[in-house]
């Protein structure tokens, strides 16, 4: 049987590459396409939320969320995403990676198109409903909000605020976010039925259903370990134990940084003026101008350095890359923080954001891609996706510190002193990478072990 599995676990490493690698590719992107627009498409409208639902009479600013909604708009989606990697992760190594997918998908739809349909007569219930929906992308995101509230802007003209407070708002303005929101269910369903007509990973076959004829038979469609060992056993504390910390500290760390700067970067922009003043816009303009800032940050600075990492990954490796990341993360950030009120002048308000991009970038073309690439190859076969899954979780629990953490730090000490902060965390994600194993042009059972474990028991059954 373990002669079986190798010769299958051989098969895949030395086969050339086919259309179906493309297709595994495209959906296995889908997929991270999917989950980044639901948990990113929320920080592009609720600026939106804030005029319809807590509008004052008589304000001479337009209504916003207070602290503790606005937090838990953006951060109760990483809760749920917590609690799912956790129990999909271990749940995928017991069902298999097709079955699962297929059912997290399934949830994404029905929560995407649920947000969209929040109800509600009074803005309590609604942002109630929102956040329960949102508990079960950053380009996407950003394109479909400017589409959606160009066309809104076109048929539904309104003045600014300070022209005249209850027009500025048009009734229409409440169909924007709930199409954003919704939009997500789309390219769900789309992964979905890729998804279906993919076969299981021969792997997972191989070496956890231990099923080598099915594996082959798998392979066929898409070509044309006999050791048992758990998540608490000394084996594999000794041997990817200190993985393990590595992979959860540095995708922790990441997240506080990564996500706290995303979903609030609009209000940074709009403190050092680049976005103007709530109140010179309406409320459809304002989605707009902010929709357009943040896609702009992603096609300069966050999708190259995602591009920038696919080019080099297999020759600089993951953990250089991951090191640098973090590195030119820290500087930026405390080249953004030390100097801070030089940023806010009126001249130097591009610089600002040209720093503030080169962050993004080196998160993509760093951590924020090698910390979910390392954990799928790092890791035996059978613990793979709980191990990915705690990894992932990991990185969702900062997620929710810095989505809920930021917030309420900037208020309290300021934006200059949270950045500096920020910095510091970049800078002890770059100590724990040292913990992370290069990966780069091994086999995942070279890297894992399995390969020496199988040729042990070989040995000893030969």
Known sequence: MAKDQLQVLNALDVAKTQ?????????????????????????????????????????????????????????????????????FGWLGDKMGRKRVYGMTLLLMVISSVASGLSFGSDSKSVMATLCFFRFRDILAGGMIAIMVSAVFKAYYPAPSYEIDANLSTVPEADYIWRIILMFGAFQALLTYYWRTKMPETARYTALVAKNAKQAAADMSKVLQKGNEFGLF????????????????????????AFYSQNLFQKDNFSAIGWIPKAKTMNAIEEVYKIARAQTLIALCSTVPGYWFTVALIHKIGRFKIQLMGFFFMTIFMFALAIPYHHWTLPNNRIRFVIMYSLTFFFANFGPNATTFVVPAEIFPARLRSTCHGISAASGKAGAMVGAFGFLYAADAIGVKKSLMILAFINFLGMLFTFLVPESKGKSLEEISGEADQEKGTETQSG
């Open 19 to 87: 259309w179906y690698h493309f297709t595994a590719i495209i959906t296995a992107g889908m997929g991270f396409f999917t989950d980044a627009y639901d948990l990113f498409c929320i920080s592009l409208v609720t600026k939106l939320l804030g005029r319809i639902y807590y509008h004052k009479e008589g304000d001479s600013t337009p209504g916003t969320l207070p602290s503790n909604v606005s937090a838990a708009i953006n951060g109760v989606a990483f809760c749920g995403t917590l609690a799912g990697q956790l129990f």
């Open 233 to 256: 056993t000394t084996w594999f504390f000794s041997r990817h134990g200190p993985h393990l910390l590595g992979t959860t500290s540095t995708w922790f760390l990441l997240d506080i």
